[in-house]
């Protein structure tokens, strides 16, 4: 069974910068994709970026040049590196695993999750 833990999470002021870490366990990690997705009060959860296996991203639009992934392998972790927050990244933010980067990138039907971390950016 695969577990995923995310940490890093925090306040900080528009602007300013935060690296997530989301720390996996249980499986083979150089098999799975990693994902990160976040969810702000009210509204749905969304998708940020994805990792591969092979180390491909992908990042929505809305944080492309200021998030940035990296995985290491030797660590089983996933960092995502945040620069230039901004209020509205505030959110709870959730890793996400799956043998499939279609799977993640999608959003739909991942099969595991970790609990989440709180980014808290303020104005």
């Known amino acids: 069974q695969v577990q995923l833990v995310e940490s890093g999470g925090g306040l900080v002021q528009a602007g300013g910068s935060l690296r997530l870490s989301c720390t996996f366990s249980g499986r083979s990690f150089q098999q799975y994709a990693i994902g990160w997705f976040r969810q702000a009060p009210g509204k749905e959860r969304e998708f940020v970026a994805v990792?591969?296996?092979?180390?491909?991203?992908y990042y929505t639009d809305s944080v492309k040049g200021r998030f940035t992934l990296s995985r290491d392998d030797a660590k089983n972790t996933v960092y995502l590196q945040m620069i230039n927050l901004k209020p509205e990244d505030t959110a709870v933010y959730y890793c996400a695993a799956d043998q499939f980067y279609s799977t993640v990138k999608a959003g739909i039907g991942i099969k595991y999750w970790g609990l989440g971390t709180l980014v808290t950016v303020s104005s």
């Open positions: 990792i591969s296996q092979i180390d491909s991203t």
